[in-house]
């Protein structure tokens, strides 16, 4: 009696470049399950119309060579690239295990990214043994013509591992960032991170560029006082709460009249409009949480539909004067 011959199986990975077109991977698709071939991981990237695709399908040796025929005569006629690579069984399953490792997620975001910043990423990446699995641009195209200035440049980068040193990989992103004014948020890619539904802010120098206190210190005119004290606890001298209550005191008798003029003329921070927007618009509940005043985070509360604001209160006498007191909210 004749044995029936055991069918084996094994992995071709389809690689497609080339021009993109509406259809190009239904056309591709529609090849592969002909064959019934199972697709094993997939990817493509489109950049400037030309499409990079990748799939890893696993089929049996019989069917393999007429897939390969067929994805042939289907580049040609589409006028696309196509290459073939077998991978081994054992090739396969080591890169399944590597898929157990901790995963990151690096997003870079500036006015324009250049080469020499992404260099920058890349080299903090690879001095901690990571390996990046893709890039995806989240901006839109920016207009060499015209001048956009809601378009920003911003990428995420996924990585696989764990760093050697989370620290000092920190440390670098910060240099960088610092060195080339471009900003980046690294963050472990599980559930957390995908499940965010609340933004807290802070609001002196960072909603607004500006110092509530510095401003309201001018009014006062005691500017200089207020900023000799703020040296003073930056230098380690007295602690922030220390600092904060000589601070408070020296505006003392000020108009409260003024914290309104003062909150009229905001200097906003870039793309603090656009952000809050678009905050509110994805059902994200946004707070201020401030070592300023409660008056000023208000202000910004009711002019972007802010949920939360956490700050101190500045109390004020029957004579709509500043006491030099301040109580936390």
């Known amino acids: ?104 997620i690096l997003t870079i975001i500036g006015r324009s990214l250049s080469a020499e910043n992404i260099e920058a990423a890349t080299k903090a990446i690879a001095n901690q043994d990571m390996n990046i699995d893709s890039i995806v641009r989240l901006t839109g195209r920016q207009s060499i013509v015209r001048k956009n200035t809601n378009v920003r440049a911003c990428i995420e980068l996924s990585l696989r591992g764990t760093p050697n040193d989370y620290v000092q990989m920190q440390a670098d992103l910060m240099k960088m960032s610092q060195e080339q004014e471009i900003d980046f948020s690294l963050q472990k890619d599980n559930m957390y991170r995908r499940m965010r539904r609340l933004i807290c802010f802070d609001m002196d120098s960072t909603l607004i560029q500006t110092e509530c206190i510095d401003e309201l210190a001018k009014k006062a005119g005691v500017g200089e006082q207020v900023q000799k004290i703020t040296e003073r606890a930056m230098r380690g001298e007295i602690d922030f709460k220390e600092s904060f209550k000589e601070r408070v005191a020296l505006l003392k008798g000020l108009d409260a009249n003024v914290m309104q003029e003062i909150a009229d003329n905001f200097p906003i921070t870039e793309g603090v409009d656009r952000l809050m927007s678009v905050l509110k618009n994805c059902g994200y509940k946004i707070a201020i949480l401030s070592g300023g005043f409660t008056f000023f985070g208000e202000y910004l509360q009711r002019k972007y539909n802010i949920d939360y604001v956490y700050a101190n209160e500045l109390e004020i006498d029957e004579n709509n004067k500043l006491t030099g007191t301040s109580l936390a909210r």
């Open 1 to 104: 009696m004749k044995e029936n011959k055991k069918i084996q199986e094994e992995q071709i990975l389809v690689r497609v470049t080339g021009q993109d077109r509406p259809g190009l991977t239904a056309s591709i698709m529609s090849i592969l399950a002909k064959y019934d071939a199972r697709v094993l991981d997939i990817g493509q990237a489109d950049i400037h119309a030309t499409l990079s695709l990748g799939i890893l399908i696993r089929t049996n040796e019989d069917n393999s060579g007429k897939v390969m025929k067929d994805l042939l005569f289907k580049a040609t006629e589409l006028g696309v690239n196509i290459g073939f690579s077998p991978i081994s069984d054992e090739e396969y399953e080591e890169w399944v295990d590597q898929q157990g490792k901790n995963r990151y």
